[in-house]
Structure formats: structure tokens, C-alpha cells
T-cell receptor, first 115, second 109 residues
């Protein structure tokens, strides 16, 4: 199947700093990418949907100025957590879809710990 | 509101069969997905149902009844590596994926 690579896998940062997470589709053009957050023992929570070349659509309750999403190319989307705080510590996962394809392909996830 | 229900946890024995149920109430229906997620890892796709009936893929099968808002994932010949969380997700009329909380499956020798 298609491959989505997410980087970094683990990141620890100090409170107040910003962290960028990259999501790349390695062998297909990801017209749509999704960013999720998952707290321990909970399901995936969709944060935002981004289509290449367009502004991301954020879910209710997700601060777009805090979670900056850029989807500038068909193979790369980035999520920047600005001025991170301990409550932002979570598992962040991206997924990608090509065109009208049904299947979503997930990145490996990035575990963020804010001290 | 939209809701996906699945059991929190199930336990089964290696070599046996287990059925994980999922019921849903969503604004429209455009397909139901099952994903497997090992602890600390991202989900991996298992199956997709959009029409009623059973879809078989190796040791895994998934069933859908749209009239009942019900699906199940059937896992046969269980192996220890099948210990994971199984997520049910439904795509609604806006093509948004609504995720269940997941069922943690524990396989015992």
C-alpha cells in the first residue's frame, strides 16, 4: 500500500517553544491530508483537514492560530504547534488520501511531550 | 448527535475466533472502516464496507447492516500479534470520518 512518513516520531520540548511535525506521502499525491490528536486510551480526534494549496479547515474547538497547518505541495503537510504547553502533550497522527480514493494512509505518528 | 459504540475491551484465546461489534448513529452514511492500532503506533487499514453483507479478507472479515446501523469485525485463528485496539469509523454525509473509541483486544495463550 501507499506510504506516509511522519517526522519526528518523538519530540520533547520546553513549554513556550514551537514544534513542527512533517507528514509526507512517499509514493502518491496526497490531495487531502488530515491531522489527528490522540490522548491515551482515547480515539482519534480530527483536528483539521487540509487540501493541497488551500487553507486548512479546522474542527470546532481547535485553535487555528495555535496549530498551524501548511499543505503547500501534494506530498508534504506540516503541523506546527506554537507556544506549546504541557496540555498539548499528545500523540499527533497524520493521514493522507489521494483524490477520491477511499482508503486513508496513516503516518507513524509523533509523540509530543511538553515539559 | 453522531455516535459510534464499540466495547471498550475484549479478551480471547489464541487460535480462537472473536467478533467485535460496532453500532453507529450518524448523519448519513458513506462507508464504514475498521482499523487496527497497536499501542503507540498509528492505525492501519483493515476493511471497508459500504454495502450490506460480509467482506472477507484472510483471517479478518467485516460485516455491515446499514438498516441496523451495525457492523462487526470477525477475527479467526487468533494470533498473539492480533492483540491491539480495533477502531470502527463511519464516514458521514459530509464525508467526515467519525471514529469510535476503539476496542482493546487482549489475546491470551
Amino acid at each position: 500500500g501507499a506510504v506516509v512518513s511522519q517526522h519526528p516520531s518523538w519530540v520533547i520540548c520546553k513549554s513556550g517553544t514551537s514544534v513542527k511535525i512533517e507528514c509526507r506521502s512517499l509514493d502518491f499525491q496526497a490531495t487531502t491530508m488530515f491531522w489527528y490528536r490522540q490522548f491515551p486510551k482515547q480515539s482519534l480526534m480530527l483536528m483539521a483537514t487540509s487540501n493541497e494549496g488551500s487553507k486548512a479547515t479546522y474542527e470546532q474547538g481547535v485553535e487555528k492560530d495555535k496549530f498551524l497547518i501548511n499543505h503547500a505541495s501534494l506530498t508534504l503537510s506540516t503541523l506546527t504547534v506554537t507556544s506549546a504547553h504541557p496540555e498539548d502533550s499528545s500523540f499527533y497522527i497524520c493521514s493522507a488520501r489521494s483524490g477520491s480514493e477511499v482508503e486513508l494512509f496513516f503516518g507513524e505518528g509523533s509523540r509530543l511531550t511538553v515539559l | 448527535g453522531q455516535n459510534i459504540d464499540q466495547p471498550t475491551e475484549m479478551t480471547a484465546t489464541e487460535g480462537a475466533i472473536v467478533q467485535i461489534n460496532c453500532t453507529y448513529q450518524t448523519s448519513g452514511f458513506n462507508g464504514l472502516f475498521w482499523y487496527q492500532q497497536h499501542a503507540g503506533e498509528a492505525p492501519t487499514f483493515l476493511s471497508y464496507n459500504v454495502l450490506d453483507g460480509l467482506e472477507e479478507k484472510g483471517r479478518f472479515s467485516s460485516f455491515l447492516s446499514r438498516s441496523k446501523g451495525y457492523s462487526y469485525l470477525l477475527l479467526k485463528e487468533l494470533q498473539m500479534k492480533d492483540s491491539a485496539s480495533y477502531l470502527c469509523a463511519v464516514r458521514d454525509s459530509n464525508y467526515q470520518l467519525i471514529w469510535g473509541a476503539g476496542t482493546k483486544l487482549i489475546i491470551k495463550p
